[in-house]
């Protein structure tokens, strides 16, 4: 038995009631739902409501709220099965980080260390890399303005959007010399923190591009103008 338009408005409005809000996850888990309540109603001979109840209380322990922690910056509450996505997502973006900063940072930290911080190659080095961050925080926020702008919210426009603060205190950092762009101190310690956070400035910075990327595809998809 296939459900109504309105049926599904009503599964749609349930979900919403429950802080499900997110379209990435809230149109799979309708499609869920309303195949489990018209395999009910083809078994069963009980009514729409009924059947919607059962499915529910099915889908609880999924729709409860949880806490996701500070993985993505600060604290962050919703249905259980929106904050076990956005924390893979996290965690994935993590692993790759620390194979980035492994494989890039470490090496270039080495070539870089070879020469005097005076030398062409460090200084032309250092100019890319302030173009490249610049030019990293400006797509940053455009992307922000844009999710701001739109009333269509998914599990990577909220990684993106939560992570907004951090982006401008490092770009803060970055251009009062705080965290400076390459080694121009005689302290190494302060060289390869600096050095670390610009890596991981960038990972992220392209990370974010990726989140942003899905979000729109979802958009597409789901045809939401």
Wanted: net charge positive.
């Amino acid at each position: 038995m296939k459900l109504t338009t309105k049926q599904i408005a009503l599964i749609d409005e349930t979900l919403v009631l429950n802080t499900l809000t997110y379209s990435d996850i809230k149109y799979e888990v309708i499609d869920h739902i309303a195949t489990e309540i018209e395999t009910i109603l083809s078994d069963k001979n009980i009514g729409f409501e009924n059947a919607l109840q059962i499915v529910f209380d099915k889908w609880n322990r999924q729709l409860k709220t949880t806490t996701l922690g500070f993985s993505v910056c600060y604290s962050l509450s919703g249905p259980k099965i929106a904050m076990d996505k956005m924390s893979r997502i996290v965690r994935n973006e993590l692993k790759w980080a620390l194979v980035f900063l492994v494989l890039i940072a470490a090496s270039l930290t080495t070539l870089i260390y070879n020469f005097e911080s005076t030398t062409p190659f460090i200084k032309t080095t250092r100019i890319a890399l302030k173009v490249s961050l610049l030019a990293a925080f400006i797509i940053y926020v455009v992307g922000k303005i844009l999710l701001f702008k739109s009333n269509f919210t998914t599990t990577f426009s909220k990684v993106y959007d939560r992570r907004f603060v951090l982006v401008v205190l490092y770009a803060v950092g970055f251009i009062f010399n705080i965290l400076p762009i390459l080694p121009d101190t005689t302290s190494s310690n302060r060289n390869i923190i600096s050095l670390i956070f610009v890596f991981l400035y960038l990972f992220y910075s392209i990370s974010s591009f990726v989140l942003l990327t899905k979000h729109y595809q979802l958009k597409a998809k789901y045809q939401i103008l």
